[in-house]
């Protein structure tokens, strides 16, 4: 079966995922594809990581503050003002440092709209030598990040999707030999005020810092098989698996 890319560069892949068009095996493909990525055949999980893996476009489970239950957003941000469902491309990380000046997150993190991403560990790769690099928890529990998230509405049909950015800060000794950021990474207490509607922004700001390293690992792990492409800003984009 093939689509319509005009389509689905129109509506995102999510919009075919819902009404039907396209399997849940095919929605994952294919935006793994428009990440310049392809799933290898194999079926085992262990050699099959990367479809465990989550890109932009994907969803992933994720709690509000406005619900406090587990749902699916997509992951990639779309701010209230987006014209284009394709700006979640460029919108998944959002700078702590720059989070109340950038107009893309600004309005959405002062009026609290907070949420916790769900995810077992992040993966960073070294673009000389292509290794790849699993990061986690030492304790092997689960990984919250902190995150910003909106309810975009798209005006041409009025269909609404939740959307998320992952809030990230400069990397600690973990990670640092690795990548120069990573994503905030909150505990049981953090977690509590994260999603606390008592707290304003200015309040729990002070979260936004790297856990210890202590608490992290470090593992090599099989490289993402790529399609030949030249490389773009966009293959440097942060992939967490759940």
């Known amino acids: 079966m093939c689509y319509n890319y005009s389509y689905i560069q129109k509506r995102g892949l999510k919009a075919a995922h819902h009404s039907g068009e396209i399997s849940e095996e095919e929605y994952r493909e294919q935006v793994l594809q428009l990440n310049g990525l392809k799933i290898s ?8 990581l990367e479809e465990q893996l989550v890109f932009p476009g994907m969803e992933s489970p994720v709690i509000t503050i406005e619900k406090l239950t587990v749902e699916d ?10 014209k284009d469902y394709k700006d979640f491309r460029k919108n998944f990380n959002a700078r702590s440092e720059t989070i109340l ?5 600004r309005k959405a993190f002062q009026k609290n709209q907070r949420c916790l991403i769900i995810s077992s560990a992040f993966f960073e790769e070294n673009k ?5 690099y699993r990061f986690s928890l030492n304790k092997e529990e ?8 909106n309810n975009w509405i798209d005006k041409t049909d009025g269909v609404v999707i939740p959307t998320f950015a992952i809030i990230t800060c400069e990397a600690n ?12 990474i909150l505990k049981k207490e953090g977690q509590e005020k994260w999603l606390d509607k008592k707290l304003n922004h200015e309040m729990i700001y002070d979260l936004l810092q790297p856990i210890s390293s202590d608490e992290m690992i470090a593992i090599e792990t099989n490289p993402i098989e790529r399609k030949k ?3 773009t800003k966009k ?3 942060l992939g967490f698996e759940f």
């Open 41 to 48: 055949d194999s079926s085992n999980a262990e050699n099959n």
């Open 73 to 82: 957003f997509q992951f990639g941000f779309l701010p209230e003002w987006s």
């Open 101 to 105: 000046e950038k107009p893309t997150w």
């Open 128 to 132: 000389k030598t292509k290794q790849r």
């Open 142 to 149: 689960p990984v919250l990040y902190a995150g910003t998230y």
């Open 173 to 184: 000794e973990t990670v640092a030999p690795y990548h120069n950021r990573m994503p905030v």
């Open 229 to 231: 492409k030249k490389e």
């Open 235 to 237: 293959d440097s984009q």
